[in-house]
């Protein structure tokens, strides 16, 4: 299996052809080629629309771009699932300032992040108090009156689409918050296999587990073992949540994938919630158990779509 790696940049539409980069020895060697018949194609090349619907003319891609939804969307389209309603989180598009104190005095604590966000950029904890607000944003947390929380939201979430969750207690024992990672991969005969289950805990952060932003990753067992008298339940609904929620993704999407890594929160019962679904995890952590798995799917592709 030969492979190469390139940009869309590197692509020169008009004569059907590709200045790529292959791994020849130790270094990498440019090569002029023609398009892949099979091309794993990173979501963040979207943008690119043109060259997008250009190689879905020319070749099977990993991810074909299409029907993608926001996390508003999957959540409000899970709400009317027989199955998977019960893992909804409450959720409120913000259109202005009033939207988010009529979300506060229904739930009273919530969470207000972007539609579209990553690594979990400008995400905010607002709690309701009896006289004003606590608001939490990475390590930090204030107090804030009405006019001053209306001013965070002029200058920090109005400009950009942002929506209301009902806050989830998903935490350890240390008040640290944590979601558990279920990242899936496509196998070898294309069915969905769970690559690995862990933990991101934002250790000192006040809102959400963001490694990025400090914090840290733990197996998952040993972390269920000890936070929850009941680890064993939960670690059984995280497993069988794995294996089948990446085909109810394929179903609303209405396309083929290869990969999915879904983010669960656990509440102080064991009660599990979505927070996000993302169709570009992250494999830093996990890059053997990716590479054995996609490997495996690209063969698979080759002789199932590509041939």
């Not at 918050?177 to 991969?185: M, S």
């Not at 890594?261 to 656990?266: F, H, L, P, R």
């Amino acid at each position: 299996m030969d492979i190469i790696y390139f940009h869309p940049n590197d692509i020169d539409m008009e004569n059907d052809k590709i200045n790529a980069k292959s791994f020849i020895g130790d270094k990498w060697v440019s090569v002029e080629t023609g398009i892949p018949k099979l091309i794993d194609i990173s979501p963040f090349c979207f943008k690119f629309s043109n060259v997008t619907k250009y190689l879905r003319s020319k070749a099977v891609l990993t991810d074909n771009g299409l029907n993608r939804i926001s996390k508003e969307e999957l959540q409000e389209i899970l709400l009317k699932d027989e199955v998977y309603s019960r893992y909804v989180i409450p959720t409120k598009p913000i259109e202005a300032f009033s939207d988010i104190e009529m979300f506060l005095q229904e739930h009273k604590e919530i969470v207000v992040k972007p539609v579209y966000s990553q690594r979990g950029q400008g995400v905010y904890r607002i709690k309701k108090n009896k006289d004003n607000y606590s608001v939490g944003f990475k390590t930090t947390e204030k107090t804030m009156d009405s006019s001053e929380l209306e001013t965070l939201y002029e200058d920090e979430i109005k400009d950009a689409k942002h929506i209301a969750q009902k806050f989830v207690y998903s935490r350890t024992k240390n008040d640290d918050p944590f979601d558990c990672r279920i990242h899936t991969e496509k196998d070898r005969n294309g069915k969905w296999q769970i690559a690995r289950i862990y933990v991101r805990i934002g250790i000192g952060q006040k809102v959400i587990s963001n490694v990025n932003q400090g914090g840290g990753i733990a197996d998952v067992v040993p972390f269920l073992k000890a936070n929850f008298p009941n680890w064993t339940a939960i670690h059984e609904k995280l497993k069988s949540f794995g294996k089948s929620f990446p085909y109810k993704m394929e179903t609303i999407r209405k396309t083929n994938l290869m990969t999915l890594g879904v983010d669960i929160g656990i509440d102080k019962d064991g009660e599990l919630y979505i927070f996000e679904a993302n169709s570009a995890p992250a494999t830093n952590s996990i890059k053997a158990e990716v590479t054995l798995l996609r490997c495996g799917y690209y063969q698979h592709l080759i002789e199932t779509k590509v041939k």
